[in-house]
């Protein structure tokens, strides 16, 4: 099996490396070769390790349409001129691919009926989490389970810092920077820390658990980049642990999905996962509860995931169900200011008589029942900290909007959602 490799940088080398080092025994569980039969870059003058410097091109036009090349592997990243190298290999029936998150939740759909029509296959496994089977296990092993939710903690960055800010105290850009030297975070961040990483990727398995198209532009996001040290410290005290968690439910006979810091409950699987580790955890009434943890980046890993989808390839013949894992099962997606969650709000106010019963009624206007409330300091210093019941955004927007317009609250009141079972 022929293969034209699409990139060569940390993912593609150690892909080609792997395949190098492991030829022996993929021949002999697959019964095929694999070779790597040319190489597309920009630069073809940079060295790549362990690729044979003859295959490497920088000619699109050619490589795509050498009629020897058996299958295409995508690792160059990029949605221009990505999209259109894979249209192209797929319309002439050549199985793809690709661990290009931010194309896969843009585009996957089409791809996947381009894929489809071409009696050819689109696989993206590396797209979400990496090394961890998560796709896999959802496309294949689940397929029938009728998952009701998919929640994780999918960018091994946002993991890091928040760890380490709750693990010794460091503020947010103490932490960033620290993971920026460790190699955790790209020198520039933004994909990672304001959110839209972990959104693609939860369009992404929000997709194939709920056979439903779910585009990135669906996933409202948050990241963690407005996150305070105090409020890590504040929601120790109360029982929790902030995570940057991708949620994706059925909910009110739709869909929801999204992504926000949150507040898990100390005791709940995801608080245990630390550092730059990745974890999903899968809902469902047949299976219950089953949680993939494992690193979500990496070159090595990446590759891991990609040699595995070009190995399935090999293992499924052409017509297979699995095309249509994408199919639309009907399913709406719910607006994001109904999605619901239990509330953290902490406020700084005016040290008054009467202000918690301000606060209070505003909470009672939009219909948010308040679960506990702390008081911390007193004079021009005081705060105060209300968890809520669940409620919707609609629901809390309308408070934080009549409590901005409160003389007695000082600056713009901080918000946390709270994990829990049964929100939309
Ligand atoms: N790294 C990870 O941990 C990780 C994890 C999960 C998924 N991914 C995904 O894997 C993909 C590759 O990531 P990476 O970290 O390996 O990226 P990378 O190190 O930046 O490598 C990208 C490669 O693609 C080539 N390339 C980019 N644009 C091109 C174009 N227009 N024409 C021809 N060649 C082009 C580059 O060529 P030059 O070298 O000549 O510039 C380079 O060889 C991305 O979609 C990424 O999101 C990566």
């Known amino acids: 099996m022929r293969i034209a490799l699409l990139g060569c ?12 080092e492991q030829g022996g025994t993929i021949t002999r569980a697959s019964g095929r070769r694999l070779v790597i039969a040319g190489v597309l870059v920009r630069d073809v003058h940079r060295p790549r390790g362990g690729v044979d410097p003859s295959l490497v091109t920088d000619d699109a036009e050619s490589l795509l349409a050498d009629p020897d090349i058996d299958l295409v592997v995508e690792v160059m990243g990029g949605i221009d001129p990505t999209s259109e190298y894979l249209r192209r290999a797929l319309e002439a029936g050549k199985p793809v691919v690709t661990a290009n998150k931010q194309l896969v939740s ?5 791809l996947l009926e381009l894929a489809a029509s071409s009696g050819t296959e689109l696989r993206f496994e590396a797209s979400a989490c990496a090394a961890i089977p998560v796709i896999k296990v959802l496309r294949e092993s689940l397929l029938a389970a009728e998952i009701s939710a ?20 460091l503020s947010y850009r103490e932490a960033l920077a620290q993971a920026q030297e460790l190699g955790y975070a790209e ?15 939860m369009a992404i398995l929000a997709s194939i658990a709920f056979h439903t198209n779910v585009r990135f532009d669906d996933v409202p996001f948050e990241g963690i980049d407005g996150v305070q040290a105090e409020d890590l410290e504040l ?36 608080a245990s996962v630390m550092g730059p580790d990745n974890a ?17 980046a990496g070159g090595t890993e990446t590759a891991s995931a990609v040699l595995s989808d070009v190995l399935s390839i090999l293992g499924t013949a052409k017509g297979s169900f699995l095309h249509n894992a994408l199919v639309d099962a009907g399913r709406s997606l719910i607006g994001p200011d109904q999605t619901e969650s239990p509330f953290y709000v902490r406020l700084n106010v005016v040290d008054r008589p009467g202000v918690l019963a301000q606060v209070a009624t505003v909470f009672a206007e939009a219909g948010l029942s308040i679960k506990s409330v702390i008081q911390r300091g007193a004079g021009d210093g005081a705060q105060l900290v209300l968890v809520t019941h669940v409620g919707s955004e609609a629901q809390m927007a309308a408070a934080i909007a009549a409590m901005r317009e409160m003389d007695e609250v000082r600056g713009d009141p901080v918000l946390l959602r709270l994990l829990a079972d049964g929100a939309a």
């Open 235 to 270: 929601s120790r005290d109360l029982g929790f642990v902030l995570k940057l968690l991708g949620i994706a439910r059925l909910a009110h006979g739709g869909i929801s999905v999204r992504v926000h810091p949150t507040l898990v409950p100390e005791g709940h699987r995801l």
């Open 187 to 201: 020198a520039d961040p933004t994909e990672d820390v304001g959110g839209a990483d972990a959104a693609a990727k």
């Open 150 to 169: 998919v929640t994780g903690i999918v960018n091994g960055t946002t993991n890091y810092i928040l760890t380490e800010m709750s693990r010794s105290g």
């Open 280 to 296: 999903v955890l899968l809902e469902s009434d047949s299976v219950r509860e089953i949680m993939l943890v494992g690193p979500g």
């Open 106 to 110: 843009r585009h996957g759909a089409e």
């Open 9 to 20: 940088g940390t993912v593609g080398q150690a892909f080609a490396r792997m395949l190098a």
